[in-house]
């Protein structure tokens, strides 16, 4: 629930406490940017441009019984 103009605050301070990793679990779609489009009234980023200069995993989620979390959902890791 981070907007565009807030994003890079939160990542500065998700980095800043982070020892080895951040998992999240988030609305990742590779067509969109590393700020963000609304979509299903969340925003959607592309995390791997957002920590473009860390290595990043993701993992599509499955069968959560929810169309949108079943479309662009992943469990991303970022490695610090």
Same mark, same amino acid.
Request: hydrophobic residues 20%; positive net charge; aromatic residues 12%.
């Given at each position: 629930y981070v907007?565009? $103009? @807030?994003i890079g605050k939160a990542k500065s301070e998700l980095l800043r406490v982070a020892k080895k990793a951040i998992i999240m679990v988030e609305f990742h779609d590779e067509t969109t940017d590393e +700020?963000? =489009? /609304?979509m299903f009234l969340h925003w959607v980023r592309d *995390? @791997? /441009? +957002?920590? @473009?200069? *860390? /290595?990043? $995993?993701?993992? @599509?989620?499955? =069968?959560w019984g929810s169309p949108k979390w079943d479309n662009i959902g992943y469990f991303i890791i970022v490695y610090v």
């Open positions: 907007p565009p $103009e @807030k +700020l963000g =489009n /609304k *995390y @791997k /441009k +957002l920590f @473009k200069e *860390y /290595k990043v $995993e993701t993992q @599509k989620v499955q =069968n």
